[in-house]
């Protein structure tokens, strides 16, 4: 990594990093506001709250897509390609199954499947250029 | 070299560069050339190995860095030298 590229990935580390943060710290507030409260129309709300530190975290992605170069914008493409595919297979063949019996699943799951195949992407498509 | 014109048998088969002697001739890094090119150190090596070919606009800075029109820098295998 040549400096200004390292100056990129330092940057999305600190932008996504913060947003993570935030994401934990909402997270946590609101979970304990949930179960303090266990009644009230605003529940929703507070539940989906965690959502908004979330989006800054796409936007610092993003912001680093742009940065990269055109090699490494490749490998990216090529990863979440596969993620984006793998994932819509996976799912929906769970979901199938779901049909038959299998015990339903939290959607919360499908991000998880998501980036471990962008991450198992990332590093094929890696080797591929290396 | 072979004289016999032959056609790519893989259209998607990268063309082969003399970035590496370039670089070589003036005793720079992957990573100094990167720097010079605003690239990553990977994508250099991506270059150099034939694993990647660039874009016009790259091809246009390393062109112009080396002083040497794009032609003399890769070399497109299906025109057949």
Do not use: C
Not at chain 2, 58 to 76: C, G, H, K, T, V
């Amino acid at each position: 990594m040549t400096s200004s590229h390292n100056q990129a990935g330092r940057t999305y580390a600190i932008e996504f990093g913060g947003a993570m943060v935030a994401y934990a710290v909402v997270l946590i507030i609101a979970i304990t506001v949930l179960n303090a409260n266990p009644h009230g129309a605003w529940r929703p709300f507070v539940a989906v709250a965690p959502v908004i530190p979330a989006i800054f975290g796409v936007l610092a992605f993003v912001r680093f897509l742009r940065r990269m170069d055109e090699l490494q914008r490749r490998i990216q493409l090529e990863a979440l390609g596969l993620s984006f595919a793998a994932t819509a297979i996976l799912t929906f063949a769970y979901g199938f199954l779901e049909f038959v019996g299998f015990p339903a699943v939290n959607f919360v799951w499908v991000f998880p499947v998501m980036i471990m195949i962008w991450g198992l992407g990332l590093a094929v498509a890696a080797r591929r250029y290396a | 070299m072979n004289t016999q014109p032959y056609t790519r048998v893989d259209p998607e088969a990268p063309m082969r560069n003399k970035l590496h002697v370039l670089r070589a001739e003036r005793g720079w890094s992957q990573a100094e050339l990167a720097d010079h090119l605003g690239v990553s150190r990977q994508t250099i090596n991506a270059l150099e190995t034939g694993k990647y070919d660039p874009s016009l606009p790259l091809a246009f800075r390393i062109s112009r860095l080396f002083q040497q029109p794009i032609e003399a820098i890769f070399q497109d295998d299906e025109s057949g030298r």
